[in-house]
Structure formats: C-alpha cells, structure tokens
C-alpha cells in the first residue's frame, strides 16, 4: 500500500507518522509505533560488542548498563567537524542521524511492504544551508531519493494548517520541553507555504502566550489577527486559554504534532503540490549520487563558547590559614619583633649597669687595724712583710663609692680580705 512517512527528531525522543494512499488522495496521519510501550522511541544509539548500532529504547536499556557506549544529541550536533567518540571510533553526527532514520524506514518497510514513496524529516529551526546539506549528503548516501527537510515548527504547524488560506498570514507554534517553551511565529504571503520568523526560546510555560502576541504584535499582527496557535510538545493541562483570542490546536497527541504534521507535509510533497515559497527540488529531494547536490556552502562560524573556571576547593592546614590571614599574620609578626627588641634592649641596659641596689666597698687605708673592717691579713712568719703595693682594693672601677657607705670584707680567695 503506498504510504509516506514523517519523522520528527526531537533531543529526548523521536517520533514518526504515516499517510496512507485512499483513491485519488491520502489519509489521515497516524502515529508510528516505535517504542516498546508507547509510540514514541529514545533518540539514542547504542554501539555493541560487535560493532552494530542499537537504536530506539533498545539503545537506552543497553546504555543504561554500560553508559559509555551510549550515543545521544548527535542530530542537533550536525554540523561540527568533531565527531563524537564512542570505545575510540569517530562518528559523525550526520551518520548517526541517518543510521536513526534507516532504522525508522525499514520498520516502516516491514509493516507496510516497502518504502514509503515520501519522507520528511524535522530539524531545529536555527539550521541554515550548511547544515542542511551535510544532512542531505549524509541521507542520499544511504540511498535516500526523495527527502524533505523542514523546521519542526513548520510540521507542527502542518498538522492542523498544511496550506496557508490565501493573503499575508500569520500562525503561531508553542512547542513545551524540559528547558521551557519554544515560542515561534511562521508567515505566509499570498499562497506561499509557511516561513518562519521571529522565535523566543526558553519561555517560562506561564508566559508562552503573552510572548507569542508579543512576537505578532511587533509583526503587526493582533492576538485577533493570527490564522492560529499550535500547541505542541509536552503540554501541561489547562495550557489553552478558556476564550481563547483566535483558533488554538493541540490534538490528541500534542508530542507527536510534529510528525504528523511531517507525514501530512509528505503528501504534498509526493503529490508534487509544493508551493512557491519553498526551496527548489535540488534542495530538497535527494537523489542516488552525492556528486548531483553541488558544493557544500560556507562553514557557519561556531558559537561562543563560555568556560568556566574551575574552582579547587581551599586547603585546611596550617599554611592556608596563613595565606588567607596573611595581612593580620604580618601585623603580629611585627608586633611580636618590636615587643623582642624593646626587651633585649631594656635586658642589655641592666647587664651593663649592675645590681643598683648593692653597695661598693671602699678602699680601706694601709696599716689598719687588725681584725678591722678591709685591714689585710698578716702574712705567715718568716715572710717579707708587706709594702704599700701589695694592698688591694676590688671596688668596681665603674661605680663610685660613696663616701658614707660601709666598708666590709669581701673574699678574693688569695688568702686576705
């Protein structure tokens, strides 16, 4: 049975839809299953010991045991010359992208008999050309014929209005995930198909409709004026407004917007209804030979990159406590010098000035009387008798002796007083 087919490719987890040929036209897209309880399946991959790739929750389950061989992120990473390594093999991120998408084409294939006669396939809305091509090569290398690249808000907004009505429109897109609301405005002139314009990322969900008719008011547009708001993502309850000012979808499965509204884009595209405003084939149907695509673009350059230093916590010691006290540790420490200086020079003053209290003795006359305060001691019998030189005094030479000061003994230890 002929059939199309949508993927949406969004960080956490992909989705996919189909259309099936009824008579002259198609019908209504409806979810692929591609998990194993729900329709939806991890955009991740999972290198084994054998060198094959898991895709889908079997590649999350595998790299919940061993993490390191777990592959995720890549599709928005399209783009970077670095390839990203898993157990040291480089793989380009434009591969692993293909490698999901075969994956999702040949489950299809199985159900449905072969492969699908359209595929669209969702990207982030900041892509340019660049980009783009690196993705097509990588997809006509696997034998991709017929692909269709648009920003996952434009599918979304196909789920609920593929065609423009005619004149200058203007529709909206909240798309809710983990890091907020993507708020997004898509234009349309005349029967052109959608376009997009200016966008807010990152929107608190409280806010995501304020800043969405603030966007449309800066277009000229009135909350009145918009063709309509899609509501896609992980929409919290209550998130539409009870009056709402223009018309406002969610559907019944607001995470699988994008790829059914992927699918239905598909059946535009392989009923080669495509509308002025897009890129012509060469951009955006894929042929066998790489070599038909032309050159690649200009390398957009990367985005700034923020580093943040690195902070080692402080050291607990000794020499730390110094450091982080060092101005009131040089201010002791000079303290401490001047109270040992002032010290050593009040110590030094009273070594030099003696005893202040100690009274000298002074010199006693020659021939005093014997057993008399400082008379000398007579000498043994048979000694020469002693002359005025041999009588001594040990009197500091430094300190005067008063004049009213006692005379007393002091022992020289030569015999005599």
């Known amino acids: 049975m002929p059939y199309v087919l949508g993927i949406d490719v969004a960080q956490g987890r992909t989705h996919a839809a189909t259309c099936h040929r009824q008579g002259p036209g198609w019908g209504e897209p409806e979810p692929l299953w591609l998990g194993e309880r729900s329709p939806a399946a991890a955009s991740a991959l999972f290198l084994d010991d054998e060198g094959y790739l898991l895709t889908g929750d079997a590649a999350a389950q595998a790299g919940a045991q061993v993490p390191s061989r777990l592959l995720t992120g890549f599709h928005r990473r399209i783009g ?50 660049y980009r783009r091509d690196v993705l097509r090569r990588a997809l006509a290398e696997a034998g991709f014929t017929a692909v269709t690249l648009v920003p996952g808000s434009i599918a979304a907004l196909g789920a609920h209005l593929p065609l423009p009505g005619p004149g200058d429109q ?76 223009c018309p406002m979808f969610a559907g019944p499965v607001p995470p699988a917007a994008a790829a059914l509204g992927a699918a239905t884009l598909a059946t535009l595209r392989a009923d080669h209804r495509g ?63 001047a109270v040992s200086a002032v010290v050593i020079t009040v110590t030094a003053r009273e070594a030099t000035a003696g005893p ?27 000694a020469p008798g002693p002359t005025p030189a041999d009588t001594r005094t040990l009197a500091p030479a430094d300190t005067p002796t008063p004049a009213t000061s006692p005379t007393h003994c002091i022992p020289s230890g030569e015999g005599h007083c």
């Not at 591969?95 to 006669?117: R, S, Y």
């Not at 708020?183 to 200016?198: H, P, R, S, Y």
């Not at 673009?297 to 700034?304: L, W, Y």
């Not at 690195?310 to 420490?333: D, I, K």
């Open 170 to 245: 203007v529709a909206g897109v909240c798309e809710f995930g983990n890091d907020g609301v993507n708020v997004t405005l898509a234009t349309a002139t005349g029967a052109g198909g959608w376009q997009l314009g200016q966008s807010a990322e990152g929107v608190a969900p409280a806010a995501a409709l304020s800043t969405l008719f603030a966007l449309a008011g800066a277009a000229s547009t009135s909350p009145k004026g918009l063709a309509g708001v899609v509501f896609c993502g992980d929409v919290p309850p209550h998130a539409l407004p009870a009056r709402p000012p």
């Open 275 to 337: 509308t002025p405003q897009e890129p012509p084939a060469v951009e955006t149907t894929l042929l066998p030979k790489v070599d038909t695509l032309g050159e690649l673009g200009e390398r957009p350059p990367r985005p700034p990159v923020e580093i943040t230093p690195f902070e080692l916590p402080e050291r607990t010691g000794p020499l730390s406590m110094f450091r982080r006290r060092r101005p009131l540790a040089a201010a002791v420490l000079v303290l401490a010098a």
């Open 80 to 129: 970077d010359d670095v390839p990203m390594l898993v157990e040291g093999e480089p793989f380009p991120p434009e591969t692993l992208t293909t490698v999901l998408v075969e994956g999702i084409a040949e489950h299809a294939a199985n159900l449905f008999g072969g492969p699908p006669h359209h595929l669209v396939l969702t990207h982030p809305g900041d892509w340019g050309g």
């Open 356 to 382: 202040g209290g100690a009274p000298s003795p002074a010199p006693t006359p020659a021939g005093g009387g014997s057993g008399s305060a400082g008379s000398a001691v007579p000498a043994p019998a048979g």
